[in-house]
């Protein structure tokens, strides 16, 4: 059973199916029915850091890279940090494709942009970040975004939109292939104490929230159907094509597939 429906207790992890009780170095530590423990019985201990009111875990023996930054020491940051119960059917890196897909932006998303950002892509080994501003069609509300993507499955966005800062970040779960589980970390910067500071920091976080979940609702039906065929991409899909190239010679790794059996 996926250890995710399990309890803590204390410093163990205990399996809902069995009860077994894991210790700290991955290793069946107790059987809730004294059955003798074997040596076979342990799970990977993958490297974790809390961190934006989440754990984060990442997928190798050692991390390569750290998490983004959201543009201010997190002692400076208010977050709201949630699981928004968004299971979608699509790999993580099919939704992170969206991020360079600026046909998409512009239609599903109605962001009018300023510029070609995709010249100015700043590209480096485990992702990529850019500039987007421009609008909203709808509204006409206006965004400075830096946005990226880390890694293969952590969208990332610090700016305004009206002149309103917030930063959010968006990993994506895979707790199956070919499907994600989403989770949202919003932040700005905290109240310096005074009621209407209080106020503001509330009035950003529940807007932030709002508009991102608006967002990812434009995505739901089509993550759950698309598929890509490279041989479509067009003359606007430049950066979308490199982003493609990028995830092909990204770091594999299962480290726990020798425990899954
Ligand atoms: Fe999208």
């Given at each position: 059973a996926d250890l995710s429906i399990g309890k803590v207790a204390g410093?163990?992890?205990?399996?809902?199916?069995?009860?077994?009780?894991?210790?700290?170095?991955?290793k069946c530590a107790r059987t809730a029915t004294n059955d003798p423990v074997t040596s076979a019985m342990r799970v990977f201990r993958y490297p974790v850091q809390e961190r934006y009111g989440l754990?984060?875990?990442?997928?190798?023996?050692?991390?390569l890279y750290d998490l983004?930054?959201?543009?201010f020491p997190d002692e400076e940051l208010a977050f709201h940090s949630e699981i928004p119960h968004l299971d979608l059917l699509a790999d993580p890196w099919v939704f992170m494709c969206n991020t360079t897909?600026?046909?998409?932006?512009?239609?599903?998303?109605?962001?009018?942009?300023?510029?070609?950002?995709?010249?100015?892509?700043?590209?480096?080994?485990?992702?990529?970040?850019y500039d987007l501003r421009g609008r909203f069609k709808e509204t006409g509300a206006t965004i400075e975004y830096k946005v990226g993507i880390h890694g293969n499955n952590i969208f990332y966005?610090?700016?305004?939109?009206?002149?309103?800062?917030?930063?959010?970040?968006?990993?994506?779960?895979?707790?199956?292939?070919?499907?994600?589980?989403s989770y949202f970390v919003i932040a700005t910067q905290k109240?310096?104490?005074?009621?209407?500071?209080?106020?503001?920091?509330?009035?950003?976080?529940?807007?932030?929230?709002?508009?991102?979940?608006?967002v990812?609702?434009?995505?739901?039906?089509?993550?759950?159907?698309?598929?890509?065929?490279?041989?479509?991409?067009?003359?606007?899909?430049?950066?979308?094509?490199?982003?493609?190239?990028?995830l092909k010679t990204f770091p594999r790794a299962h480290p726990g597939a020798d425990y899954i059996r």
């Amino acid at each position: 059973a996926d250890l995710s429906i399990g309890k803590v207790a204390g410093d163990r992890l205990v399996c809902a199916f069995h009860h077994w009780e894991f210790d700290m170095a991955g290793k069946c530590a107790r059987t809730a029915t004294n059955d003798p423990v074997t040596s076979a019985m342990r799970v990977f201990r993958y490297p974790v850091q809390e961190r934006y009111g989440l754990i984060w875990a990442f997928n190798g023996e050692e991390p390569l890279y750290d998490l983004p930054d959201l543009g201010f020491p997190d002692e400076e940051l208010a977050f709201h940090s949630e699981i928004p119960h968004l299971d979608l059917l699509a790999d993580p890196w099919v939704f992170m494709c969206n991020t360079t897909d600026f046909n998409h932006i512009n239609i599903v998303h109605g962001i009018e942009v300023d510029g070609d950002p995709s010249q100015d892509i700043d590209w480096h080994d485990h992702g990529y970040s850019y500039d987007l501003r421009g609008r909203f069609k709808e509204t006409g509300a206006t965004i400075e975004y830096k946005v990226g993507i880390h890694g293969n499955n952590i969208f990332y966005q610090m700016g305004s939109v009206n002149g309103r800062w917030f930063a959010f970040l968006y990993p994506c779960g895979i707790h199956r292939p070919g499907t994600l589980r989403s989770y949202f970390v919003i932040a700005t910067q905290k109240s310096d104490g005074t009621p209407e500071d209080d106020k503001r920091v509330q009035e950003t976080l529940d807007f932030a929230q709002a508009l991102e979940i608006s967002v990812v609702d434009q995505d739901v039906e089509i993550l759950n159907t698309i598929r890509f065929t490279r041989g479509m991409f067009t003359r606007g899909d430049k950066a979308l094509g490199r982003f493609v190239d990028y995830l092909k010679t990204f770091p594999r790794a299962h480290p726990g597939a020798d425990y899954i059996r």
